[in-house]
């Protein structure tokens, strides 16, 4: 069977909503909400193919659109490879030029909506934004310091390495930072090296160990992620079904001076083989962030990227 190409557009107004459509009753998953978008023609890139599809579709013009993620799922019937694309710039207001019903929605509210099984991880994709901050500190005043700075940013999604906590700190430690990410808006992500918080308002990430030791997802409140270094660790996170990874290190780090590094063409090599968000870890700058998304990547990560 062929593999069909499809590009995806997720645009967004300037209320941070996202528009999506109802698939017609004609269609393979009628009745079914998706993002626009539509098939590749030949030698067609994805770029071109959604700019023609969104003026088809929605009579808007696409001035500017980049790479969110790649996904090819197989479902009985069909198999699809999905490029996924944020518009960042248009023109036109969308409407539903093909008779389809379109409907702006707030990201928070999207998985209150059915969509095809292929849309979970641009469901994900979407909800995680582009930057995954590392908070290394045990300390609680750093670490809320830190949680600060990074919400000053703009940044809502980060790490913690609390590895040196002792177990009779934890309570009063995780109160404080749940307390602080709630009225910072930031969702938070407890390292699986130290002390666990069963009430984490965002979930787990795992160490590369613990990664290939699993047999199952763990159930946690939120977010499952993980550290990957190499294809087989990739390959296990997508087994087991992980929300996202971070790929380390692509290059050079302090922290890590003799490790082999990946090199931007070899991670663009290995994120293509797999289809959950990837961020980009290990001597990145922010200067980095665009060329993390022309090679695949959800977007950038690091420890002291954002103090």
């Known amino acids: 069977m062929a593999r069909v190409r499809v590009a995806i557009a997720v645009i967004e107004n300037q209320e941070g909503q996202v528009l999506i459509a109802q698939r ?8 079914m909400w998706e993002f626009p978008g539509g098939k590749l023609e030949l030698n067609e890139t994805p770029h071109i193919a959604l700019a023609r599809e969104l003026e ?8 500017e659109s980049v790479p969110l993620i ?12 999905l490029h996924v694309r944020v518009v960042e710039c248009y023109s036109g207001e969308p409407i539903g030029h093909e008779s389809q019903t379109i ?3 707030d990201k928070k509210h999207l998985a209150d909506y059915p969509f095809p ?60 930072i749940n ?27 795992l160490t590369s160990n613990e990664l290939m030791r699993l047999k199952n997802k763990p159930t946690v409140n939120g977010y499952v992620a993980a550290s990957c270094h190499n294809i087989e660790e990739l390959k296990q996170a997508e087994k087991l079904d992980l929300d996202f990874v971070v790929l380390s290190p692509v290059k050079e780090t302090a922290s890590h001076p003799d490790a082999e590094l990946l090199g931007w063409q070899h991670f663009e090599r290995l994120v293509a083989q797999i289809n959950i968000p990837v961020f ?13 998304i022309i090679v695949g990547s959800q977007g950038i990560s690091g420890i002291r990227l954002f103090k």
């Not at 088809?56 to 001035?63: D, F, G, T, V």
């Not at 870890?281 to 922010?286: A, D, E, Q, V, Y």
């Open 117 to 176: 099984e292929a849309n979970k991880a641009i469901l994900t994709s979407i909800a995680l934004g582009r930057e995954y901050a590392i908070i290394n500190s045990s300390d609680i005043s750093d670490v809320l310091l830190q949680l600060q700075n990074v919400a000053s940013q703009n940044i809502k999604l980060v790490q913690i390495r609390a590895k040196e906590l002792l177990a009779q700190q934890s309570n009063r430690f995780f109160a404080q």
């Open 179 to 205: 307390k602080e990410c709630a009225l910072l808006g930031v969702k938070y992500l407890v390292n699986s090296g130290g002390i666990m918080c069963p009430e984490s308002s965002a979930g787990v990430h």
């Open 103 to 105: 409907k702006w929605v």
């Open 56 to 63: 088809e579709e929605l009579a808007i013009n696409s001035i």
């Open 70 to 81: 790649d996904v090819s799922f197989d479902y009985p019937d069909l198999e699809v490879q």
């Open 280 to 292: 980009a870890l290990g001597g990145i700058k922010k200067s980095d962030l665009n060329q993390s």
């Open 24 to 31: 017609k009753n004609n269609v393979h998953q009628a009745g």
